[in-house]
């Protein structure tokens, strides 16, 4: 891929640039002022390369700028330089500050010369490493703006990076080198980077790290220009190698290559400037044998810069639409987050009050709404669990019930002779007593207890985390007013149990150890259950136990008489013959009626009971529960220090801190684009 030459090569530096280019550098330059390029990245071009590759002496043919140089690390930070093409007759001026937001040292300021600029730069690196301490030698956070105004440079906007660092030297800090990998991927990694990857001629581009670096995230190198510098040492046997990396035969780039040839050490001393530094490579390379045959384009910092200056603007214009959109949607992401999070905590006790009332107010609604089953609020919507009437119906009370009735009473036939035996009192033989039916009755109530306490417990759970799942849609921070509200709203639900206890509960179960009702269920429930009864003792008695008399059929009789309620009369002419022959079930049809007796009560009063201990709870533990809370915590609280439970703990502060500083950021950087005719600059 041979890159297309730049047109009218020969014009000075700034008439290549379109009408708008500086419009569109403006905006980005707008935008990187307010620090959005921590959320989002924006275009902009980055300088990389080894260390001594002659990254500084391209940046100072670009700007004429006395950049540090030497061997080592030598870069030590990130450099942003903003450079604005002046007309001829304007004064050439320059400064430097850091990117950080403590008030700016006495090093930085206005720079009067180009040499003052390169001095400042070194003075803020070595304040930025002393800021960082432990000795530090390389600064990975805030990097030095140079903000440089000339009628000799081109509208550009570059940041010079650290070179790529192998080994620590004497006195380096052991991880300056993860920490210069970590910031030269960092800019790697974003899409919008122009990668101006700078590479000495004289060694064999096959084993050059920056290019192998931007392969891996630039692999068809869309976005990657290449820079040859040192090319006056390159021997005469390489030269055919060089011309197939700038035809673009070897390692093949999108945005092509370029050739420089920048001021030597001797040259700088000598005050060479730097119009008459491109001047000479200009010559240097239109006269050499090799290089002089090929399209002057692809030679000389002034084309670098007209080339840059186009992609860097191209870049901006197409990424704009998208970038004013992703600004947009972050910023109302992010207000979003901080609206989540809630207010933060109040300036004044009388602010701490007002919120507090408020949210005791909110409180209140919510745990009325969950507890009257009323679920219009949206937060009922959102999240089902919170419907506490729901919960309580389908969950403890159901269980209550289904463990009531898994507790009837079953008695054998010698069971309940044996009972009936062991409570007899003066009563005669035949002549039925109502303390033992009595009896026989509390020992099945006295297994209701547990069922109830299982259900207080339960209900209490779920009265607790529906009542602390709607305080914390009140309060959205993790402080201590969020402890305190937990405390009052268990203390008040704990009370409320204990309370339903002993006067709801146990005067229940009270009542239930003494046998009574006047349902007319208790009757029809008795016939039914008699009936029932009696029948399956007929299937079960053998016949052959009936005494046989002179009345056949006898056993029939016998089943007539008892579903007849006893009247012999119907029966036949002869009640002692009739009487003999139904001797032999005398004994099971006592029982019989016992037992339909307790079954008939047993099925009326756990029914009662149920209902009974349900309605209690609901009065005892739900109703009213809402102003009961809001009753005790108002008392709770009223002469404690208000403002000291808004505090937020240390993680939810730094949290806030972030969103509020990303969302001055996005704000800001919505501002800066709307102060631009984007309209305009999109053209």
């Known amino acids: 891929m041979v890159l297309a030459p730049l047109q009218n090569s020969k014009a000075p530096i700034n008439d290549a640039i379109a009408t708008n280019m500086r419009s569109l550098l403006d905006a980005i330059d707008e935008l990187r002022v307010t620090g959005v390029e921590q959320d989002i990245p924006i275009p902009q071009i980055a300088v990389m390369g080894d260390q001594s590759s002659g990254k500084s002496s391209v940046l100072e043919a670009l700007s004429g700028v006395h950049f540090p140089r030497g061997t080592g690390l030598v870069t030590k930070c990130a450099v942003e330089v903003r450079m604005k093409r002046l007309q001829p007759n304007e004064d050439w001026n320059a400064s430097v500050?850091?990117?950080?937001?403590?008030?700016?040292?006495?090093?930085?300021?206005?720079?009067?010369?180009p040499n003052e600029v390169g001095e400042k730069i070194s003075k803020l690196t070595e304040v930025l490493l002393r800021a960082r301490g432990n000795r530090a030698t390389f600064e990975p956070e805030h990097r030095i703006q140079v903000e440089l105004k000339s009628p000799d440079v081109?509208?550009?906007?570059?940041?010079?990076?650290?070179?790529?660092v192998r080994t620590n030297v004497a006195g380096q800090c052991k991880k300056v080198i993860a920490e210069v990998d970590a910031l030269l991927d960092k800019y790697l990694r974003q899409e919008r980077t122009i990668i101006l990857a700078v590479i000495p001629s004289t060694v064999d581009i096959a084993t050059v790290d920056v290019i192998e670096r931007a392969e891996k995230v630039d692999p068809h190198g869309l976005r990657t220009i290449g820079v040859l510098t040192k090319a006056d040492?390159?021997?005469?046997?390489?030269?055919?190698?060089?011309?197939?990396?700038?035809?673009?035969?070897?390692?093949?780039?999108?945005?092509?290559?370029?050739?420089?040839?920048?001021?030597?050490?001797?040259?700088?001393?000598?005050?060479?400037?730097?119009?008459?530094a491109r001047l000479a490579e200009a010559r240097y390379f239109s006269a050499h044998k090799t290089f002089g045959k090929l399209h002057p384009g692809l030679f000389g910092s002034q084309n670098l810069a007209e080339r840059l200056s186009d992609v860097l603007a191209t870049r901006i214009r197409d990424d704009l639409p998208l970038l004013v959109k992703q600004i947009e949607q972050q910023c109302e992401d992010t207000c979003g987050d901080l609206e989540d999070m809630g207010a933060g905590p109040p300036t004044s006790h009388h602010e701490a009050r007002h919120r507090f009332c408020a949210l005791s107010r909110d409180l209140h609604k919510l745990i009325s709404s969950a507890t009257s089953g009323t679920y219009s609020h949206e937060a009922f919507s959102r999240d089902q669990s919170l419907r506490l009437i729901s919960l309580v119906r389908d969950g403890p009370q159901r269980e209550f019930e289904?463990?009531?009735?898994?507790?009837?009473?079953?008695?054998?036939?010698?069971?309940?002779?044996n009972e009936i035996r062991h409570m007899r009192g003066r009563e005669l033989p035949g002549f039925p007593r109502f303390e033992t039916f009595e009896m026989l009755t509390q020992s099945f109530v006295r297994d209701w207890k547990e069922p109830c306490n299982k259900l207080l417990s339960d209900m209490a759970c779920v009265l607790s985390r529906v009542c602390l799942a709607l305080a914390s849609l009140c309060v959205?921070?993790?402080?201590?007013?969020?402890?305190?509200?937990?405390?009052?709203?268990?203390?008040?639900?704990?009370?409320?149990?204990?309370?339903?206890?002993?006067?709801?509960?146990?005067?229940?179960?009270?009542?239930?150890?003494?046998?009574?009702?006047s349902n007319p269920a208790f009757v029809e429930n008795y016939n039914r259950i008699q009936l029932e009864k009696f029948e399956k003792t007929l299937q079960d008695f053998p016949e052959q136990a009936v005494p046989q008399s002179k009345f056949p059929g006898s056993l029939p009789l016998v089943c007539a008489a008892f579903t007849a309620g006893g009247v012999l009369g119907k029966v036949g002419d002869q009640p002692k013959e009739f009487w003999l022959a139904g001797a032999a079930l005398s004994g099971p049809l006592v029982m019989l009626a016992q037992w339909a007796l307790l079954d008939a009560y047993w099925e009326t009063a756990v029914r009662r009971f149920a209902d009974n201990v349900s309605m209690v709870l609901d009065r005892e533990l739900i109703q009213d529960l809402a102003d009961?809370?809001?009753?005790?915590?108002?008392?709770?609280?009223?002469?404690?220090?208000?403002?000291?439970?808004?505090?937020e703990d240390a993680r939810t502060v730094e949290r806030r801190l972030q969103l509020e500083s990303k969302r001055d950021r996005l704000v800001r950087a919505r501002e800066a684009l709307q102060r631009i005719n984007l309209a305009k600059v999109r053209n």
């Open 154 to 164: 081109s509208d550009l906007t570059i940041i010079d990076l650290p070179g790529i």
């Open 402 to 417: 289904t463990a009531l009735l898994s507790l009837k009473p079953t008695w054998s036939t010698e069971q309940l002779q």
């Open 628 to 647: 009961d809370i809001q009753s005790h915590l108002e008392q709770h609280l009223v002469e404690r220090d208000l403002m000291a439970f808004f505090n």
């Open 476 to 517: 959205t921070s993790d402080g201590a007013l969020v402890s305190e509200l937990a405390w009052v709203i268990q203390a008040r639900i704990a009370a409320r149990v204990a309370r339903a206890k002993e006067e709801g509960v146990d005067k229940v179960l009270q009542n239930e150890m003494q046998a009574y009702t």
């Open 97 to 113: 500050s850091l990117s950080w937001d403590r008030p700016q040292p006495s090093e930085a300021g206005v720079a009067t010369t």
């Open 233 to 276: 040492q390159i021997s005469s046997d390489d030269e055919a190698e060089r011309v197939a990396v700038l035809r673009g035969v070897r390692k093949p780039l999108k945005l092509g290559y370029f050739m420089v040839k920048n001021r030597t050490q001797t040259e700088l001393e000598a005050g060479v400037t730097l119009a008459e």
